[in-house]
């Protein structure tokens, strides 16, 4: 079945140590995108991309870096200039230029600083 | 002010009952809305687009008021299983989507 793979599930990192989360898809989207859920909160973009090798900051990209150099993976790196990262990551996926387009999400990563 | 802003809730309602959740936006040249599911510690999923004529899905009535600039979702005849928070998500253009904060359903028996 199509869908977006997101890897670990649950993460433990410690202070000062860089992670990587990972996202794959093999729906052919062009576009995907990484979000971070704080508890009770909505979710917030932190980087895009819409095509392969090409990707834009979202609106809380300090503190993260991605890659884009194939169509399906997109992975997310939370470096140790994140301060507070302990959060819920989604990685998400869509079809761009579709007026009503729907976006696909992972089933997302928990990580928590220790 | 955010871009879309939610009513956080939580809204507490018995089994039956019918519940409704406004949504304002702030962006006047946002393309489409979307309403979506998210269970506790789980992934948002649609639960359905809105249109500009309003659009039924079985108990579920979403609405658009561009005017306005607020969405609605009526859900009738509350189940248990309805418990869950409600995003409300805006597509502007270049097909960002822009996510409110949610708002909170704890269906009762």
């Known amino acids: 079945d199509g869908g977006i793979t997101q890897s670990p599930k649950y993460l433990f990192r410690k202070e000062g140590q860089n992670v990587t989360l990972s996202c794959e898809q093999n729906l052919n989207h062009d576009a995907m995108y990484w979000y971070r859920q704080d508890p009770g909160q909505g979710l917030r973009l932190i980087y895009y991309?819409?095509?392969?090798?090409?990707?834009q900051k979202g609106d809380i990209a300090e503190g993260y870096s991605v890659s884009r150099e194939k169509k399906e993976s997109f992975p997310l790196t939370v470096t140790s200039a994140q301060k507070n990262p302990t959060a819920f990551y989604l990685c998400?996926?869509?079809?761009?230029?579709?007026?009503?387009?729907?976006?696909?999400f992972g089933e997302g990563s928990w990580l928590t600083v220790v | 002010r955010k871009e879309v802003e939610q009513d956080p809730g939580p809204f507490n309602v018995p089994e039956g009952a019918t519940v409704a959740f406004n949504c304002t936006y702030s962006?006047?040249?946002?393309?489409?809305f979307f309403w979506y599911r998210q269970d506790c510690r789980k992934e948002p999923k649609l639960l359905m687009s809105v249109y500009s004529s309003g659009n039924e899905d079985g108990r579920f009535t979403a609405q658009l008021n561009r005017a306005s600039q607020y969405i609605s979702l009526l859900i009738r005849d509350s189940k248990l299983s309805d418990s869950a928070t409600y995003l409300c998500v805006v597509n502007n253009a270049g097909n960002m989507l822009t996510f409110g904060g949610g708002t909170r359903l704890m269906v009762k028996p």
């Open positions: 998400a996926s869509s079809l761009p230029g579709t007026r009503l387009n729907t976006i696909y």
């Open positions: 991309s819409q095509i392969v090798n090409d990707f």
């Open positions: 962006n006047s040249a946002s393309q489409s």
